[in-house]
């Protein structure tokens, strides 16, 4: 077994994204890739486990249930890479089911630091493993772990827990491209996407009775205020979650209760905020298990199989480069 991780330093950056986001022209945006610092990693863990969000444990159940069915169609021999692996829990079914067949090495690709150290730790165990993981963003991550293919090796790629709902539909087909560019013929992708389901459903899993998901959402406010000195009053924003349904989305936003004015002198910025003016932090888009087919299409890829929950409509598509 082999433990190691390589990190990266990126305060500079979160500087600059911010600026841009908070000083752009009409709706004010967040990258949400910085929602998951330690706090928020773990914030979206508690998430995981409510009960208005089924949506990590119906991947989780399909993941478990099917793990040997979707190894199986996989082409080996092949070393794995996931991006965005969080805590790692639900790869475990995958994991142990290829490691039945063949010795495996795991690239778990992932900005979060202590997601990345959780992943290892709860990973390890497992016979025949060696895990190196990558502190890096998903296609440079993806990279790296091309660069170490060993010959006659396929790459088999984890994106679960539909993380590509977080893309608009354009921008996911453009991710996918990136992902299949990377990729050899024969490869293959395992795509975890959130199925539509009834509006009232869908709010809940957003916007929680207990909070969670609001203070997921404003730790990202907390977030700009430790590392970039900002000084945002949190109590002075509300978390939303709305429903676009021509987009086929849910949006988060985080909405000014009055007007005021933020500094973050780390960004170079004074931000003026109206009364009921938002930031918009993220989208979850919502499939139908048929778009995923012509998605699969047009960035390479031919969808070979898909495994479908019947409890929260979540699918686990098996995609390869075609
Ligand atoms: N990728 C998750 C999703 O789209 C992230 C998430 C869950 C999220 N709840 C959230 C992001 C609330 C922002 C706010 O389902």
Not at 136 to 149: I, K, P, Q, T
Not at 297 to 312: N, P, S, T, V, Y
């Amino acid at each position: 077994m082999l433990i190691h991780a390589i990190t990266a330093d990126v305060t500079y950056e979160f500087a600059s994204e911010v600026r841009a986001g908070l000083t752009r022209e009409g709706q004010k945006e967040l990258p949400s890739k910085y929602l998951y610092d330690d706090v928020g990693s773990a914030l979206f863990e508690v998430i995981s486990h409510l009960p208005e969000y089924g949506l990590t444990r119906a991947d989780a159940r399909l993941l478990r249930r099917y793990a040997d069915e979707i190894v199986d169609r996989v082409a080996g021999p092949v070393a794995v890479a996931e991006l965005g692996s969080g805590s790692g829990k639900k790869t475990r079914w995958l994991l142990q089911a290829l490691c039945r067949r063949q010795r495996t090495s795991y690239y778990p690709v992932e900005i979060s630091r202590s997601a990345l150290a959780m992943c290892e730790r709860e990973l390890r165990d497992i016979d025949a493993i060696s895990i190196l993981g990558f502190e890096r963003e998903y296609l440079d991550g993806l990279l790296e772990v091309a660069a170490r293919r060993k010959e006659g090796q396929h790459l088999f790629v984890l994106f679960l827990g539909s993380t590509i709902g977080n893309f608009d539909r354009p921008a996911g087909v453009k991710f996918l491209s990136e992902i299949r560019r990377t990729l050899e013929p024969g490869d293959s992708l395992l795509l975890g996407t959130d199925l539509l389901k009834p509006v009232e459903q869908l709010l809940r899993a957003y916007d929680d009775d207990l909070g969670v998901t609001a203070a997921f959402n404003l730790n990202l406010l907390a977030r700009i205020n430790r590392e970039l000195d900002a000084d945002f009053e949190l109590s002075e924003f509300a978390h939303q979650a709305r429903i676009n349904r021509e987009a086929r989305r849910v949006e988060m936003h985080l909405v000014s209760k009055r007007r005021q004015s933020v500094r973050v002198p780390a960004a170079n910025i004074v931000v003026e905020f109206l009364e009921g003016e938002s930031v918009w932090t993220e989208s979850s888009h919502k499939y139908t298990a048929e778009e995923i087919f012509e998605t699969a299409r047009r960035a390479g890829f031919r969808c070979q199989a898909q495994w479908i929950d019947e409890e929260w409509p979540f699918a686990e598509n098996l995609l390869v480069a075609e």
